[in-house]
């Protein structure tokens, strides 16, 4: 069960990142769809759904069952292209929401206006949103002539993992931060490991004086703190997704570039290599044609083991705001969770999710590395 955990997980990722939020049911994760901190749907059955009510000339009523608490807000607009009203009819009273004596007329009306609250005839500090819906039963929203009204009634919970400080959808930015994670870990990754196979390659093969300056280099890199420094990059840089990853594939070509010089070290004068030189090989036929091939297990096993850092450093600068601040990362979420009180308001769905994610990405891409390191070196596969 143990070895299908990682593939299982990573092809979960995969679906995730690639499927249209239509199909997933979610909604875009950039606009407010709810009230700020609405709780997940399955948290507070008593609390009030999200919801719309759509009425115009050809549909002029709808009507809802209400089984819940009152909502926290109430918005009417729309228009009404000829004399006409729009109607909330409630168990116990009617109320007319908006009257027109002229056509073309547009509106756009909240239950937090005192003037609104007036023409109900609703005192100024009375929560509206309760008078229109003041116990469970049968609601019809009604218009009576042409035009076309919109309801938004917002409750207080909403979607799979309920709404941030802006009101926007949890769940649907947790699958933009998958996204984002993917496309941070294997891009930087795969560069990192392009930068450190040629020059593995160049220093193991060449020897010399090019060897010691290109090692010398990993040496100095290595001894640079990573957090710190790609702190002061990123500021310089800018706040780009893109920038990040070039910058994050900058600091990780060193292990690579080390293992696969280790490995043409030990394939430079091996006989086969001593053979094709004989025959008149050229030293790039031999690089790209035979020890490149060679590379590739531990090119793999590389990347694969290099992804869970290069997503940590990522996260780890987002929670710090030095990411782009419209791209919805999980390091971003997090680092809006503490910085508008998350933590105080007990919103807990906006901080588990994205550090459920974090650890959970990586520990699968760490798995997937230990696998592709046995595959190349069947020995640490061995019992002991």
Request: net charge positive; hydrophobic share 50%; proline share 6%.
């Amino acid at each position: 069960m143990k070895k299908f955990l990682g593939p299982v997980c990573l092809a979960l990722l995969i679906l995730a990142a690639c499927t249209p939020y239509s199909l997933l049911g979610l909604d875009a994760g950039t606009d407010s769809v709810a009230p700020p901190f609405s709780k997940p749907e399955w948290l507070d059955a008593g609390a009030a759904p999200s919801m719309t009510l759509h009425v115009d000339s050809a549909h002029p009523s709808e009507a809802i069952d209400w089984r819940w608490r009152a909502p926290l807000r109430v918005s009417l607009a729309g228009c009404l292209d000829a004399p006409g009203y729009v109607t909330l009819t409630t168990p116990g009273e009617e109320f007319v929401l908006f009257r027109s004596d002229r056509g073309g007329q547009l509106f756009d009306l909240d239950a937090r206006d005192i003037s609104f609250k007036r023409a109900l005839g609703v005192k100024p500090f009375v929560n509206l949103p309760s008078a229109l819906f003041p116990r469970a039963g049968g609601y019809s929203l009604s218009i009576a002539g042409s035009g076309d009204v919109v309801m938004k009634i917002e409750g207080g919970r909403h979607g799979l993992l309920g709404t941030d400080q802006r009101g926007r959808d949890v769940a649907a930015m947790f699958v933009r931060g998958i996204r984002v994670s993917l496309l941070v870990g294997i891009s930087a990754t795969l560069i990192a490991a392009v930068l450190g196979l040629s020059l593995g390659l160049l220093s193991g093969y060449a020897g010399g004086l090019l060897d010691a300056l290109i090692m010398r280099a990993v040496d100095v890199l290595l001894s640079i703190p990573t957090l710190p420094i790609l702190m002061v990059i990123t500021g310089l840089m800018g706040k780009s997704l893109w920038n990040l990853i070039l910058v994050l594939s900058a600091f990780s070509w060193m292990g690579t570039a080390r293992t696969v010089r280790s490995m043409t070290l030990s394939l430079r004068n091996a006989p086969w290599v001593e053979g094709l030189r004989a025959l008149g090989a050229k030293r790039g036929y031999i690089l790209f044609r035979h020890l490149v091939p060679e590379a590739m297990p531990l090119l793999l096993a590389n990347v694969a083991l290099g992804v869970p850092g290069a997503i940590l450093a990522e996260a780890g600068l987002a929670f710090l705001g030095l990411s782009d601040p419209r791209v919805a990362s999980w390091g971003r979420m997090l680092h809006e969770a503490h910085t508008f009180g998350a933590f105080t308001n007990g919103a807990w769905w906006m901080i588990i999710p994205p550090g459920l994610g974090i650890s959970v990405i990586c520990l699968t891409f760490m798995d997937i590395g230990r696998k592709l390191e046995e595959l190349a070196d069947p020995r640490l596969s061995a019992s002991p």
